[in-house]
């Protein structure tokens, strides 16, 4: 099967332009077929802030209110979303913006909220993802850039995480391309106590790194995504710095490498 | 040829739920393939302010600094845009989101600043348009919603006006169909002095009428773009009252036709 990378950069990659800019040259220059997924970052905490909205989390997930679904789809799926197309344009890279709604890539079913209400928050699946316009895209020398906005195909658009986006998406194209999930953020992989990157860690390991407390957080659920997709058949994931993914194809470890 | 028709709605369309439920229900109810513009409204003005941003215009153009674009960009290409997307995803038209970065569709030039610095603002030309991906859309079932949102192909985003996105995008395609250009707003048409709609005019009569200041402000660059599409290929432009799009295909005049 053909090799595909989807790519996921969070909030730290985008509220630092340096970081971004860098990100996207290196992109850019790495050939094979690609998606990118983005996060947000503080733009949408500091927008929602200016308008009189106050960001709620529980259990380090946003609490998504009327007025913050409607800030969180104009920052993530506007403004971040096409700022990234433009820049990737300006590299060369024809790219395509897209909200799960746009072409119904990604229908979602709003959270139950009998336990907590999250509100206006989409869970997805791998399974109902439109692969088929996906695959038309990528075939045709396209690059989607995906932001982690859904809808629930009765007319609102729902939030949500941009790291299960990127697994999902991953793990739906893996029935028709070898897919690589590389997760991008600001440090240089998995950090051990005497901070040094642990270059590969099996999922025995992550149970006993998590156990010790050196895996710890945001670091959880995203680890925990990245398993999920393995068990489902994406080929390999790495956790790595935004900086380094020029290097990832090269024997050279870069970041981290998950496996089963 | 085959028939295609191009929709603009403008502010008062979007800003009015009611009336934007409406539209998309007719829009949905009609068969052949379309195309949506979309402007903006007072949204993006009451964001910019909340934000502490005041919206300046000269001849009725607003002034793109920095912080507007980034405000246009969110408004326009990411709130305005996925929620009418949402919306046709509800009502069972597969449709997709576009700014004019998207898949290159629509790059514009950034306006010469020598005589009036009208900042972020992006001029386009229907022989630049991105015609065989628009067309591939199209063909393949997709309803394409764009967001007056261009790039100047080197890492900048651009504000554009709706109008100009609409007749431009019109003119690009009717090499390839037989395109109808309808402008969808809260009016019934171009009234005359007896508040009664003009059902048709011609290039002459707008001289006219022009002249008499029958036709007057915002209207006059509407019609010109208009004229100038009739020019340039498209087969006929309508102006009309966005709840009175199912009528257009009929026999029954609605709105005002225009002609050369």
């Not at 989807?6 to 996207?24: A, R, S, T, W």
């Not at 799960?100 to 993802?129: C, E, F, H, Q, W």
């Not at 058949?233 to 900086?243: A, E, P, T, Y």
Request: include cysteine; aromatic fraction near 6%.
């Amino acid at each position: 099967m053909e090799q595909l990378t989807v790519y996921k950069i969070g909030g730290n990659v985008i509220d630092d332009n340096n970081m971004l800019q860098i990100f996207i040259r290196d992109l850019a220059s790495l050939p094979g077929k690609k998606i990118l997924v983005h996060g947000g970052g503080k733009i949408a905490s500091s927008i929602g802030k200016a308008l009189g909205i106050e960001p709620k989390f529980v259990d380090g997930r946003r609490i998504t209110d009327r007025q913050t679904l409607d800030v969180v789809t104009m920052v993530y799926a506007g403004l971040i979303n096409k700022q990234v197309v433009a820049l990737l344009q300006a590299a060369g890279i024809n790219s395509i913006g897209l909200s799960g709604a746009d072409a119904n890539i990604i229908p979602a079913a709003k959270r139950d909220v009998s336990i907590i209400d999250y509100g206006y928050v989409g869970d997805v699946s791998p399974l109902t993802m439109n692969t088929v316009i996906l695959r038309n895209f990528i075939d045709s020398g396209l690059l989607p850039v995906i932001s982690p906005i859904t809808h629930d195909q009765q007319g609102s658009l729902l939030n949500t995480n941009a790291d299960t986006i990127a697994s999902s998406v991953a793990v739906a194209l893996s029935a028709f391309y070898n897919v690589s999930l590389i997760y991008c953020f600001e440090r240089d992989g998995v950090i051990d106590t005497k901070d040094c990157v642990i270059p590969a860690i099996s999922k025995n390991e992550f149970e006993s790194l998590k156990k010790d407390k050196i895996i710890t957080d945001g670091m959880i659920p995203k680890m925990e995504n990245a398993f999920k997709a393995i068990e489902s058949g994406v080929s390999s994931v790495r956790i790595c710095n935004s900086s380094q993914i020029k290097f990832t194809r090269d024997e050279v470890a870069t970041g981290t490498l998950l496996s089963i």
